[in-house]
């Protein structure tokens, strides 16, 4: 079974950043894309930054980077300038591959990112 175990977040005031981490563990022989998405206060879910298998990326929400080692099964989300709108609770997105050849996409726990003075 795959599992994405979110980390890092919290409160941040306005100006400020921050650096979300989302790894993957369980039996699995392939990564896809991986991203993240974030759901605002009374907003539907929303494309953050996505990132492909070979590494290509664009920022869908301004102000943020994705990264992902792929050694480590782990997928970044870098935010820079943060706003109070950028208030939400933030999700990593993986696709890939399990070892008995099952497709997945799994969406993380969640983690509440909160920017505010």
């Known amino acids: 079974q795959v599992r994405l175990v979110e980390s890092g977040g919290g409160w941040v005031q306005p100006g400020g950043s921050l650096r979300l981490s989302c790894t993957a563990s369980?039996?699995?022989?392939?990564?896809?894309?991986m991203g993240w998405y974030r759901q605002g206060p009374g907003k539907a879910r929303e494309l953050v930054a996505p990132?492909?298998?070979?590494g290509s990326t664009y920022t869908a929400a301004g102000r943020f980077t994705v990264s992902r080692d792929n050694a480590k099964k782990t997928v970044s989300l870098q935010g820079e300038d943060l706003k109070p709108d950028d208030t939400a609770v933030y999700y990593c997105?993986?696709?890939?591959?399990?070892?008995?050849?099952?497709?997945?996409?799994?969406w993380g726990q969640g983690t509440q990112v909160t920017v505010s003075s």
């Open positions: 990132i492909t298998s070979s």
């Open positions: 369980g039996n699995m022989t392939k990564l896809n894309a």
């Open positions: 997105n993986v696709d890939g591959y399990a070892l008995d050849g099952r497709y997945f996409n799994l």
